[in-house]
């Protein structure tokens, strides 16, 4: 298809600094399932302009699958699906807690 990728990272960066972001934390979050030790990272930016918020999560070794989804291929074409974390859910949570001023809602 062509175009450049980016890694997590990069994209992170890039937000960061679009949404002028000046205070991060990152989150440790244990991998529910001991047998597999994959592991959660939440990043977490704050005090960012116009009161936006940006939250992401890096699952360790994950491939592109939406987290607490379903397989379409194999783990081993695709990399690891997590269980560990309901990305719907966090979704949902995320847009209950914003509030729609800064979303750009009237």
Request: with cysteine; net charge positive; hydrophobic share 30%.
């Amino acid at each position: 298809f062509g175009g450049e990728s980016l890694s997590f990272l990069e994209s992170l960066s890039i937000w960061k600094k679009r949404l002028k972001c000046d205070k991060e934390e990152i989150e440790y979050i244990d991998g529910l399932k001991k047998k597999t030790q994959k592991d959660i990272l939440k990043y977490s930016f704050t005090n960012c302009s116009t009161n936006s918020m940006l939250n992401a999560y890096l699952i360790e070794s994950g491939g592109h699958f939406w987290p607490h989804g379903f397989y379409y291929l194999n783990e081993k074409n695709s990399g690891y699906l997590t269980n560990d974390l309901d990305a719907t859910k966090v979704v949902i949570q995320f847009f209950k807690q914003t509030p729609k001023s800064i979303m750009g809602v009237n």
